[in-house]
């Protein structure tokens, strides 16, 4: 099989952190011979957009990006060519698979043998430290790429990738048992919507907490027990202990962007709870009482994407149909006026770009 690779491609590029973001039309592709060995280059058919993205174009965090960016951490395409000399690869040419965030690890260090592979020390960031897939050929990794399952639609498989494996992962770690109560603070969002439904596969009651009508309809239909309007709500914690019969939610797995979702996880936490950190916003701590954190013998995790394991099941439960990720389908250049929506605070689900053909 042999496929024609332009030499040049359409890309949405951030010069510098901060910068505008300018879709080119003339940006390198590289060659199969170019590939080192290990690398794949796939042609991307579309790419969610993960709230990261913007921390990153912003340079909100306490790590910088590559500089020029090209973002992106949630694409799904083809591969187009492995490099020379890849020895034991997983996938072919032509086979179909997503990138995500971990776009490499070195598999041999201790975190990854651990399986904690986000966390090595050579891991390579897509749309952060390696170019991403707001672009129509993107370079990757034949060991991290994920498959994507047949008959699963590429648009729905994208946004698994990150925000499904994310929340997936997080919920796996939240000590919670089925029949729990989780707290969703940011269950209208990318991340949350998802969390929603992978809690339900866990057996869990799941309150949802955003804010808008949209986002309420939206999280009730996709199975929330209960909504919470963080903008309504005259107090948060009374409401969340009404809720649980006075004692309090067994986790929160908060998915905000921003430090306010997770003002008062401990308060509403019943005694032996857990605190899943997963939003980033970059310049915040976690204000929390220490007396009631050990008082109340309170977890508190931060937990990071995931491994290839954690997105081979998030995955497979999205492809059998459990979890459905509720997007809008725009066009790479369309990405600005997305940024501007999250920020706003005004896209309920995912926002999924097509490449342009
Ligand atoms: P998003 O913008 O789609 O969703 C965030 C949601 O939080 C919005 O619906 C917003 O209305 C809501 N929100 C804001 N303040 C709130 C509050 N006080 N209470 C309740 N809800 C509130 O963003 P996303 O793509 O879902 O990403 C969310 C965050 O998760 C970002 O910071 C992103 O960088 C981070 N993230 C972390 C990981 C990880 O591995 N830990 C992975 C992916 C994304
Ligand atoms: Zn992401």
């Known amino acids: 099989m042999s496929h024609s690779i332009p030499k040049t491609q359409t890309a949405a590029v951030v010069a510098s952190s901060g910068a505008a973001i300018e879709i080119k039309h003339d940006q390198p592709v590289k060659s199969a011979e170019e590939l080192a060995p290990g690398e794949?280059?796939?042609?991307?058919?579309?790419?969610?957009?993960c709230h990261t993205d913007l921390h990153a174009a912003l340079g909100d965090w306490p790590l910088a990006a590559k500089t020029p960016l090209v973002g992106g951490h949630e694409g799904v395409g083809e591969i187009v060519a492995i490099g020379n000399n890849t020895s034991h690869s997983p996938v072919k040419v032509g086979d179909r698979v997503g990138i995500k965030w971990l776009?490499?690890?070195?598999?041999?260090?201790?975190?990854?043998?651990?399986?904690?592979?986000?966390?090595c020390l050579e891991a390579k960031l897509s749309g952060f430290t390696v170019d991403g897939t707001f672009q129509q050929y993107a370079v990757s990794y034949v060991n991290h790429v994920t498959p994507i399952p047949e008959g699963f639609d590429s648009n729905a498989a994208a946004s698994i990738l990150c925000a499904g494996v994310t929340v997936y992962r997080a919920i796996k770690y939240s000590q919670t048992s089925p029949g729990d109560w989780i707290v969703l603070p940011g269950a209208g969002g990318g991340l949350g919507h998802l969390a929603i439904q992978y809690a339900k596969v866990a057996g869990l009651q799941v309150i949802a907490v955003?804010?808008?009508?949209?986002?309420?309809?939206?999280?009730?239909?996709?199975?929330?027990?209960?909504w919470i309007d963080f903008q309504e709500s005259k107090d948060i914690v009374a409401d969340i202990k009404a809720i649980t019969g006075g004692l309090g939610a067994h986790s929160a797995l908060v998915t905000a962007a921003s430090s306010s979702g997770y003002k008062q996880a401990i308060e509403y936490l019943r005694g032996g709870g857990t605190l899943m950190a997963v939003g980033l916003p970059g310049k915040a701590s976690l204000e929390a009482s220490i007396f009631f954190t050990v008082f109340k013998s309170i977890s508190i995790l931060g937990?990071?994407?995931g491994n290839r394991?954690?997105?081979?099941?998030?995955?497979?439960?999205?492809?059998?149909?459990?979890?459905?990720?509720?997007?809008?389908?725009?066009?790479?250049?369309?990405?600005s006026s997305v940024y501007e929506g999250m920020t706003e605070g005004k896209v309920a689900g995912r926002i999924v770009l097509e490449m342009p053909k």
């Open 210 to 226: 955003d804010t808008g009508a949209d986002k309420k309809k939206l999280c009730l239909e996709l199975g929330a027990d209960k």
């Open 303 to 305: 937990s990071y994407v």
């Open 309 to 335: 394991q954690d997105a081979a099941e998030a995955i497979a439960i999205a492809a059998r149909g459990e979890v459905k990720c509720n997007f809008a389908l725009k066009q790479l250049s369309d990405l």
């Open 103 to 119: 776009a490499d690890s070195c598999l041999n260090c201790e975190q990854c043998r651990k399986g904690r592979e986000q966390n």
């Open 40 to 49: 794949c280059l796939i042609k991307l058919a579309c790419t969610g957009v």
